[in-house]
Every structure is written in structure tokens, then in C-alpha cells.
């Protein structure tokens, strides 16, 4: 039994029906974008401890934001927070499935308070399965309305999500409802958004949080109106992309899309792929008896998170220590944030230490989540090494013994106009202390905090190709080929490896992986990994991945994100490959994710039978 706990629509309801009324063509689909979870490399563990001598409870544990933690816990457990210490460190792989508290987490502090001993926590890898916070697990029923040209006019969707037994977050499905649109200029939209209670595990933001799902809808309605109205599928988006001049774009459901180039970044990606080359590809694929199939998708996803962050810049003789909220979960952060640093202050890279994860030392900060890390402490640490910098100046002046407007900054350096007279960060810390200047009594350093609400909105395009063996129903990705607008890219090598990973998590989803739970009991039908599919090195090919750099105006640096990218379209375009194949048959049939062989075999043998009936 389902129990509703959220009913609410947007959009302009009377004209979106008014565009459907005058459409040429009204395009209709049904999707279920299944339930998978995160399976992070290290299970969950928790370990607490209570000082009687101090009162205070200590608590090691991966998460993606120990300040957070640190604030739910002592709510749970009715303590002032000053008595709470969380340590976070490396984290062993999140995707989300860490960003909120676990029951245990509270329970280890309680138990060693009542037992008066440390306390351990740690999940079996079953264990996991059944109880770490899951993703997606959304159904969607989408209609486009088309006019005569191939313009669309509008699109409704209704998506309901299963929060599961108790609510953890809303996230999956307020995040998929800003972007139902997509990338594309639709004039109207109407989204009925409902969440409903169910006898499963409780879902949460799962890498992409909600954008594969609404982007998998768009897409794959796309490709089903180019074929039931016989328009070439590239061209139909051409048709109906946005265009850069057009930006910042409001779409029919409100959010307020930054900056892109659609149509560029779908042009690079045709020649990324070698689109040109790819039917001399299903020519030889057919020749050897396989079904050759393209792939595409275009996406748009949104980057937010929590708003507030914070940087303690720390200069000493030896180097600069920044203590930022945002920690990582692999994603190489103490490398970014250093390269951010060093360059803002003029100091070379292996002079900066990044401190993160300890709540008795970070004492503010947002965590790592919805893609906001580099957009968030990049921007603090630019506006901290500002305030260095100006406080550093007043300090060098009252040194050189010259007014504080004759001090000049450049690369490091501090000069006094019309002298020689230079000196730099690390002799400026050593004498800090010296001058008897009450602000640099405790040595030079700086607290800035900052606040930013507006979304960014990281877009690109995906194609992929496959061979699909008729008999068996085994297939193969060949190719794959991904143009992604991450805005100012700080490292491009990181970069590229978020999205190689995400890639993975997306086509995972897409032929592999599912939680499968009997829908009377709720009971969790795969356990362990015998019998949850994973992404392995020899089952993805390697991938050509371009970096497009198109800058935000929402922040100083011009980053939108780029850690979730790869996921977003991916399921989508595996699935668009997959009915491509399928299409040399006959009218291919929907296949529900994941589309394991035997899915594929029994569409396959369905539309030969469809054949059949048609010519018999």
C-alpha cells in the first residue's frame, strides 16, 4: 500500500492545454526508472566514544558534510553541540548515499556513554544492500505536443517518486522537476509532482540526484516523436534547442538556466563521436550478424546545495592552511582547493594544506553534495584571500612605515611605492605576531563566510554506440563520447575522471544494476553482490570525454560543476542505443532498465513475432 506525503503541481496548466489542443502531433510515454543503490567501496562503519571527564561524544564515520552531522546528532540526542566532535575523513565513496545521518551513528555515541567504553559499528556488505539509503525509483508519464514543423509546443509530465518506508529526503524528486524540459525551448509545461511512502528502503540523492530520471524522459520521448513522425532525430532537437542568446533562460517551470551553448556543444559532440564514420561502423557490424545501434542525448542538469560555506585562511612561515567546510569523497578536493589557493595568493602549490573533516577545527561549511563543491569554497576562498591580502597590506605598511595606499600586491610579493622595500606571505607571518597590532596578536589569518543561492546549470551532449548479438542478446558498448560544459574547469584531469566515473554509475543503471524487492512483503531480493550488477573495467569501453568551458556569471570563477555529468544522460543514451539496434528488426519494443540480455533476447523475439503476425 502507497501513502501519500507530497501532491503538488507547476506550470501554466490552461495554456499547456491550449498547445496540446493545437498540436500536429502529441507524443505519449510511460517510464520506470528503477531503484539501484550506491554500493561505495568501504561498507558503512561508525565508531563512538563518551568522555566522561570532558562530556564529550566523539564520533569517526564517512559522510559527505561532518558539520551537518554534527548539528542532526546533537539534535537527536538532545546535546549541545560544543559537547559534539565528528571526524570525517576518507570517506571510502558516498554518490549520496552518506550525505544524511544513519540511526547508527547516534546509537554507537549512545550505547558508549551506557556502556562506558568505545563503541563500533560496521555493515556487512549485505547489510548495505538492505539498508543504505537508495536512489532513483521514479515513474514518470510524459506527452509532448508538436506542431506541424517540428516545434514543440509543450510538455506535460507527472512524476511520482517513492521516498520509501520513512522520508529521508525529497531531493530525487525536486530536482528532476525544475529540469523536465530539459535543454530544449519548450513554451509550456505542466508537472504533477507527487512522493509516496512505500514498504522499501528510504531513497535519497544518488549521483545526478533526480536529473537522469527526468532527462531519460525528454530524451527518450524525443526519439519516439522523430520516429512516429518520420523526422530525423538530430534534427528535431536542433530544431528546438536553446539558443546561447537566449540566455539566462526561465523555462515554463521556473528555473532560471545560467548559461550554454546546446547546440555547439551537440555539434562538437557529433564530431567528438565520428557520427560521419558511423554507418560504415553498422555496415560492418551487420556484417558480422550483430544489430549496430547509436545512441544519443542531450542534457541539462542543475548544481545547488547548501548555500553557506566557510574558509579559514591561515598564514604561517611555513605555509598557508585553509579549513573549509567542503570535504571530499575522492574527488581530489585538497588538490583543487590547493590549486585555488596558490594561485589567488602567489604561492607555490606544495606551500598550502587543505584541513577539512574535523568539527573541533572546520566550524562551518555545506559538505560535499549536488555538485557545489568547487563553485562553493572556490568563491570563499577567493573572497577569504581578498580579506588576506587587504589585512597582509596593512600589515606590510605599518613594517615598511609608509601609508597602507602605497603598499602594493603582486604574485606573492608585498612592495612599498618609490623603495625597495618587498617582503613576502610566509616573513609577514613570522613578524605577524611582533608588531603589536591587536589583529595580529594571534598571527595572520582570516574567516570568511559566504552565502549563494542561485543554481548553476552544467548541460552537454552524450552519444554512444553498440553491438547487440541477435541470438543471445548480448551486447556491447563500442563507443562513447561525451562533450560536457562544466564552466571554468580548475583541473582538467580531475575532471575527467569524474566524469569517466560517472559514466560508469549511468550505464551501470542502464544494463545492470537494480535493487529488486517483492512488492508485497518488501522484501530485498539481492543481497549481495552474486546478484547486484556492476560496472567493471572490461565491460565499458574507453571513453572520449571534451571539457567545454562556457563561464557562469553566478560566481567569480565561472564553475558550474562537474562531478555529475557523466551520470545524467547516460542511462538515457544506452537506452536510445539499445531501441536504434533494435529498430533494424522492426518497431523496437521498451525494454525496462536494466536491459540485461535476456530482456534484449525476449524484445527481439517479440518483434520477430510482430513481424510474423504483420506478413502472415
Known sequence: MLFRSVDSTFGDVAATDAAFARAAHVVNATYHIGRV???????????????????????????????RQKREIAEVLNLDPDDVRVLSFDVGGNFGTRNRTYVEFGLVLWASKKLGRPVKFRAERSECFLTDYQGRDLVTDVSLAIDASGK??????????????????????????????????????????RA????????????????????????????????????????????????????????????????????INMDRLLRLADWAGAAKRGEDAAKRGKLFGVGF???????????????????????????????????????????????LLGIPFDKVTITLGDTDIVSAGGGTHSGRSMRHAGTVIALGAEDLVAKASRLAAKLFEVPEDQIAFDAGIFSAAGTNSTIDWFELAARAPGTGLPEFASGLKVRRDNEMHRQ?????????????????????????ATVDDVGRCINPMIVHGQTHGGIAQGVGQALWEACVVDPDSGQPLNGSLMDYGMPRFDNMPFFKTEIAEVLSPTNPFGVKAGGEGGTTPAPA?????????????????????????????????????ANAARSG
Open 297 to 343: 542525448a542531450n542534457y541539462v542538469e542543475s548544481s545547488t546545495g547548501s548555500p553557506k560555506e566557510r574558509a579559514d585562511l591561515i598564514v604561517r612561515p611555513e605555509g598557508v592552511e585553509v579549513v573549509i567546510g567542503t570535504q571530499p569523497a575522492g574527488q581530489g578536493h585538497e588538490t583543487s582547493f590547493a590549486q585555488v589557493t596558490a594561485d
Open 456 to 480: 548553476v546549470f552544467p548541460n552537454g551532449a552524450c552519444m554512444c554506440e553498440i553491438e547487440i548479438d541477435p541470438e543471445t542478446g548480448g551486447l556491447e558498448i563500442t563507443r562513447y
Open 37 to 67: 543503490t550506491g554500493v561505495p567501496l568501504e561498507p558503512r562503519a561508525a565508531l563512538g566514544s563518551y568522555d566522561a571527564a570532558t562530556g564529550r561524544y566523539t564520533l569517526y564515520a564517512g559522510s559527505g558534510g561532518a558539520v
Open 196 to 263: 509516496v511512502y512505500s514498504n522499501t528502503m528510504s531513497t535519497q540523492a544518488y549521483r545526478s540526484s533526480g536529473r537522469p530520471e527526468v532527462t531519460f524522459a525528454i530524451e527518450r520521448l524525443i526519439d519516439k516523436a522523430a520516429r512516429e513522425t518520420g523526422m530525423d532525430r538530430f534534427e528535431l532537437r536542433r530544431k528546438n534547442l536553446i539558443a546561447p542568446k537566449q540566455m539566462p533562460f526561465t523555462n515554463p517551470v521556473g528555473s532560471i538556466y545560467d548559461s550554454g551553448e546546446y547546440e
Open 152 to 193: 514543440f509546443l509543450a510538455m506535460r509530465a507527472s512524476n511520482l517518486s517513492n521516498v520509501g518506508a520513512r522520508c529521508v529526503s525529497l531531493s530525487p524528486l525536486s530536482k528532476g522537476s525544475g529540469l523536465i524540459t530539459g535543454s530544449y525551448d519548450i513554451p509550456y509545461a505542466t508537472l504533477h509532482a
Open 573 to 609: 543514451v544506452i537506452m536510445s542505443a539499445i531501441d536504434d539496434a533494435l529498430s533494424k528488426l522492426g518497431t523496437p519494443v521498451e525494454i525496462p532498465m536494466p536491459a540485461t540480455p535476456v530482456k534484449i533476447w525476449t524484445a527481439i523475439q517479440q518483434i520477430r513475432a
